[in-house]
């Protein structure tokens, strides 16, 4: 009975032992899926970092020994306290982003990468803040990252990191420091506000100033063209009362010389023309005229008159 049960277990020990080897020979072979790398050590030293694909280890001997993520990875760290060259004390917490370039200087480079870099960050920082004044520091949040990136990207190469972006999170000021900066505010805003309202009230006079400027101008320009337009009324009213008086001497002529030369048409001799001559002077002389010319010939006739008045009176 005893051989019996040899012969049994014999077969079951057989197929056990397969199993075992064949789960042994499954474990053996390793897949890598993309955007990972494995460290492989044999016997306990490194033997090789395997990229995407299958992979086959011997049993027993080789071991996976880190498992390694090349993407971009992001750890954000809690806020440090921090001094600035003007002794004020605030917490700044930072944002890493940082990428395994080599798997096995990342696998051995460092006990704790993370708690490493977590640790680097703050020492960077507290320098990095130590050589700037508060004011400066709110303002510079550019400079810090850039300084910083450039740091931790420095001191984490020898552990396989690449170090692409540090940020400033936040940073959080004293209570007293932000209630002074919100009352230096709120006075530059005051300040900014008086000033608006001076200027507009500067730039609201000047205007009014311009316009009174402008409406005086245009008075006075009014008042000259209306002046030039009454001159020039007075000229056209002048010439043509002159042109009418010139009219009106003619036709007086014309008439006195159609009258001669109707007396002459008739026969008068030379005394009725002297008469009438004689006529003419009378109604010059009834006019406003202070001097009068008389021609020579009505000299002449005026003595012929007196001649032959006196003769008249001795006869």
């Known amino acids: 009975m005893g ?6 277990t014999g077969p079951v020990l057989l197929v056990i032992l397969a199993i075992i080897v064949i789960c042994i020979l499954i474990s053996c072979i390793k897949v890598v899926p993309q955007a990972q790398a494995l460290v492989v050590e044999r016997l306990g030293g490194y033997q090789g970092t395997w990229g995407v694909g299958v992979h086959f280890k011997m049993p027993i001997i080789d071991r996976v020994a880190k498992r390694v993520m090349l993407k971009e990875q992001v750890v954000d760290f809690a806020p440090q306290p921090v001094i600035t060259k003007d002794n004020v004390t ?22 704790n990468p993370i708690m490493a870099i977590e640790n680097l960050t703050a020492t960077t920082l507290r320098n990095i803040i130590g050589d700037m004044e508060l004011d400066q520091t709110l303002t510079s949040r550019e400079v810090i990252n850039t300084k910083m990136r ?3 990207d420095q001191a984490t ?12 999170k936040n940073i959080l000021p004293p209570t007293q420091i932000v209630d002074a900066m919100e009352k230096q505010m709120k006075a530059e805003r005051e300040r900014r506000e008086v000033i608006l309202i001076a200027e507009g009230e500067k730039k609201s006079a000047i205007l009014r100033a311009e316009g009174k400027k402008e409406s005086a101008i245009l008075d006075a320009e009014a008042e000259k063209t209306a002046a030039i337009l009454r001159a020039e009324a007075q000229k056209e009213r002048m010439i043509k009362e002159a042109e009418g008086q010139a009219e009106a001497i003619r036709k007086v002529q014309e008439a006195n010389a159609e009258g001669i030369r109707l007396i002459r048409e008739a026969g008068a001799d030379q005394a009725v023309l002297t008469l009438k001559s004689f006529e003419a002077l009378t109604k010059v002389a009834d006019g406003q005229a202070t001097k009068i010319i ?3 010939e009505l000299q002449n006739v005026a003595g012929l008159v007196k001649s032959i008045a006196e003769v008249a009176k001795d006869a």
Do not use: C, H
């Open 90 to 111: 605030m917490q700044i917490d930072t944002v890493v982003f940082f990428q395994i370039t080599d798997p096995k200087l990342f696998a051995y480079g460092v006990e």
């Open 3 to 8: 051989f019996d049960m040899f012969e049994l």
């Open 294 to 296: 008389i021609p020579s």
């Open 157 to 168: 190469d020898p552990w396989g990191i690449k170090v692409n972006r540090v940020e400033l």
């Open 150 to 152: 450039a740091s931790l």
